[in-house]
């Protein structure tokens, strides 16, 4: 089966950095996602990852380890409109093959 | 167009009911996926369709009944639903090539009473 691991809640303070951890084990793998999903609404696309390394947009960052399975999204200047759940996702190969997605991480931000 | 639009945004049912929800991009994705996410929940998939054609059905009760009529649209039917089956449900598209990541719906919120 597939099992992708996440942190089920976080709490970090407005203005602060956060570090949300992912870790995988996937019967292939193609690609690793992250979507930030605000209650009641439709995830939304942050970031994507197929190589080793940082990948830097803004204040998100995702960074990718394939050999050790792992990934993490990191949130500078935290603002409190960045409480939401954080989904990681995997890719399991090429096309059109749906993906899998980590139970998400609740994010709250606090003053 | 880099949308995929769902309707009806809201959805109130009874359990005799017969809906459809709706779902449709314009983006040529050749893969939509139908989602049902509970609250505090990541989503679970139902169904993907590829190329039009139905590639994955996840074991969905026969109460929800997917149609693709054509490579821009996908509808999902709903008949005699249960109360535990409210909840949003998100369509999805993608691309066969390149980047597969996913383009959702802003989704459907239904009740089931």
């Known amino acids: 089966g597939q099992n992708i691991d996440q942190p089920t809640e976080m709490t970090a303070t407005e203005g602060a950095i956060v570090q949300i951890n992912c870790t995988y084990q996937?019967?292939?793998?193609?690609?690793l996602f992250w979507y930030q999903q605000h209650a009641g609404e439709a995830p939304t696309f942050l970031s994507y990852?197929?190589?080793?390394g940082l990948e830097e947009k803004g204040r998100f960052s995702s960074f990718l380890s394939r050999s050790k399975g792992y990934s993490y999204l990191l949130l500078k200047e935290l603002q409190m409109k960045d409480s939401a759940s954080y989904l990681c996702?995997?890719?399991?190969?090429?096309?059109?093959?749906?993906?899998?997605f980590g139970k998400g991480t609740r994010l709250s931000v606090i003053a | 167009d880099t949308e995929v639009t769902q309707t009806p945004k809201h959805l109130v049912m009874g359990m005799t009911n017969k809906k459809s929800l709706k779902c449709e991009q314009h983006?040529?994705?050749?893969?939509m996926y139908w989602y049902k996410q509970k609250a505090k929940k990541p989503p679970e998939l139902m169904f993907v369709?590829?190329?039009?054609?139905?590639?994955i059905n996840e074991s969905v009760p026969s109460r929800f009944s997917p149609e693709c009529p054509n490579s821009s649209l996908l509808n999902l039917h709903l008949h005699a639903l249960q109360p535990e089956d409210s909840a949003l449900y998100l369509c999805?598209?993608?691309?066969?090539?390149?980047?597969?990541?996913?383009?959702f719906g802003s989704g459907t919120r239904l009740t089931v009473v």
């Open positions: 999805a598209s993608s691309q066969e090539t390149g980047f597969y990541g996913y383009t």
């Open positions: 996937t019967s292939g793998f193609n690609g």
């Open positions: 990852n197929v190589l080793d």
């Open positions: 996702a995997v890719s399991l190969s090429r096309g059109n093959t749906p993906l899998v």
């Open positions: 983006m040529g994705h050749r893969a």
């Open positions: 369709y590829s190329y039009e054609k139905l590639s």
